[in-house]
T-cell receptor
């Protein structure tokens, strides 16, 4: 157990739908990072939050949004889902500076 | 833009042999270089990291070297074992200094018994 909790582990949904992925960071970590891993692809950075505020943004689609709550857990919202959104979505958390951050076990999203 | 190139994409070695994975980064301001191991069905796990003020770091059978001038860094695994089989990712810190990491595309290492 890495200390970073992601739910759900698996999600199957239809095109056009909206889903919410949840991440609870390790105790004491202020930063949360979201990454997308498609089949045979590397880890693509989506977005980072630090203590409730957006800190950095990557190639995140406009259909996707995220937020970090006062208790530091984060949610990634994916809407108007397309087949190409099927992927593993990882959350990672890190302390100040974010060095050596820790990944959760991911949410596997399948859009049918 | 920020980019990390990783080679090879697949690597097959015999148990006991050494394995080397190489990465090149584009941003000269990057100062932190971690390596992650991802086993099937799991999230990436940090196995070793190196900061820009160090040229080499070792941890048992794993070592990482960094050449800041050439913007290259490498992972060396000696005396490989079947349990080393996994996908390995290199990463470099973003110059934006937010803690964001830019990942390479990954190397699938297969260690044959």
């Amino acid at each position: 157990d890495s200390g970073v909790t992601q739910t759900p582990k698996h999600l199957i949904t239809a095109t056009g739908q909206r889903v919410t992925l949840r991440c609870s960071p390790r105790s004491g970590d202020l930063s949360v990072y979201w990454y997308q891993q498609s089949l045979d692809q590397g880890l693509q950075f989506l977005i980072q939050y630090y203590n409730g505020e957006e800190r950095a943004k990557g190639n995140i689609l406009e259909r996707f949004s995220a937020q970090q709550f006062p208790d530091l857990h984060s949610e990634l919202n994916l809407s108007s889902l397309e087949l190409g959104d099927s992927a593993l979505y990882f959350c990672a958390s890190g302390g100040t500076g974010g060095y050596g951050y820790t990944f959760g076990s991911g949410t596997r999203l399948t859009v049918v | 833009g920020e980019n990390v190139e990783q080679h090879p994409s697949t690597l097959s070695v015999q148990e006991g042999d050494s394995a080397v994975i190489k990465c090149t980064y584009s941003d000269s301001a990057s100062n932190y270089f971690p390596w992650y191991k991802q086993e099937l069905g799991k999230g990436p796990q940090l196995i070793i990291d190196i900061r820009s003020n160090v040229g080499e770091k070792k941890d048992q059978r794993i070592a990482v070297t960094l050449n800041k001038t050439a913007k290259h860094f490498s992972l060396h695994i000696t005396e490989t074992q079947p349990e080393d089989s996994a996908v390995y990712f290199c990463a470099a810190s973003s110059s934006s200094n937010t803690g964001k990491l830019i990942f390479g595309q990954g190397t699938t290492l297969q260690v044959k018994p």
